[in-house]
């Protein structure tokens, strides 16, 4: 484990949702909202929340999250055509992975499809796209402002359920998930044979945790949301678990954030006060052009280079799993 274990213990011995062993190792004991605490499983490689009780994810997802988590460091609330604005113009890591997968007569399944930012780059470019997405507000947006037939039931109890897709993509889903295995088990009942499926997961490697461990940002990665924290190990058990081989399984590293969000966090120890910056290319302004342009073109070069090390560091903010049905 290479991010530090925090240091006080949890009240309890924990056991882990992968392998039922019994663990003492505590990440975090403050989350960014909510109670409980995230333990370790060493076995595993494997974090995951504890909470004195559970909640009814299709109703917690239906209304309540999007109240409580924003694009915003402090604002909470936000809503299905702000996060679709917000959004839409940061989806070109998932397209150069996934566009590769798609032809005109693709059939495409996104499971948690939010306001539709990913599919609005790609659904005039395949044959058909349905959306699962249990915001019910995010979910008449898909359905009215992009003509994208969506349902707001678990994929196994929606209108989809029978249906058969060539590609089903599953962006910032599982680790919201209580069974993990058989969510997967889900997407590979929906996959044809040949299909592919895309599984992205935030990594528990996290660069700012496990390359700089800014004290602050545990706090801010760690919430009640989250049931699970994937590594590359727990990721891959997971998919072995729901019946893919070795050879079916490919683990990608993906990095969303860019250096200057990452020197902010170093040098300030909190947040930028929304996710643009961080997010978009480095584009840095001036009334001296000449130099603006200069260290602009300079931090790109250098934000490439970061990322290039995280990458082959595996310590990326993402994790994008293609899995072979």
């Known amino acids: 484990m290479n991010q530090a274990i925090a240091q006080q213990p949890p009240p309890l011995r924990a056991t882990c949702p992968l392998c039922a062993s019994q663990t003492s190792e505590l990440l975090a004991h403050q989350l960014r909202r909510g109670h409980g605490i995230v333990c370790y499983c060493p076995a595993c490689d494997h974090g995951y929340l ?19 988590y924003s694009h915003n ?8 055509r702000e996060i679709y604005e917000v ?12 566009s590769p997968y798609l032809t005109a007569s693709s059939r495409l399944l996104e499971v948690g499809a939010s306001a539709g930012q990913f599919l609005c780059h790609i659904k ?25 037939a969506a349902d707001a039931e678990l994929l196994e109890h929606s209108r989809f359920a029978s249906q058969i897709y060539d590609v089903v993509c599953a962006f910032q889903v599982m680790e919201h998930v209580e ?12 996959t044809r044979e040949g299909g592919t499926i895309f599984v992205e997961v935030p990594n528990l490697r996290d660069p700012l945790l496990s390359v700089w461990d800014v004290p602050t940002y545990r706090k801010f990665f760690y919430h009640t949301a ?71 073109e300079e931090m790109r070069v250098l934000n490439s280079k970061y990322i290039t090390k995280l990458v082959e560091a595996k310590c990326t903010s993402n994790m994008l799993m293609r899995l072979h049905s």
């Open 50 to 68: 504890v909470q004195e009780q559970t909640v009814d994810a299709k109703e917690y997802y239906g209304e309540l999250y999007r109240q409580e």
């Open 73 to 80: 460091a402090e604002a909470a609330s936000t809503h299905a």
């Open 87 to 98: 959004y839409k113009n940061y989806q070109q890591e998932r397209l150069r992975h996934i």
């Open 124 to 148: 005039d470019k395949v044959s058909e796209v349905n959306a699962i997405e249990l915001d019910k507000a995010c979910c008449a947006f898909l359905n009215s402002e992009h003509g994208i």
């Open 179 to 190: 069974q993990p295995v058989e969510f997967l088990k889900s997407l590979q009942r929906a």
């Open 226 to 296: 989250h049931l699970h924290y994937f590594t590359e190990a727990s990721l891959t058990k997971v998919a072995q678990a729901a019946g893919f081989r070795a050879d079916q399984i490919e683990i990608r590293f993906t990095q969303d954030y860019n250096v200057l969000n990452h020197l902010h966090w170093i040098m300030n120890d909190g947040p930028q006060a929304d996710c643009h910056v961080g997010l978009s290319e480095v584009n840095l302004r001036g009334p001296n052009q000449a130099i603006a342009g200069w260290l602009t």
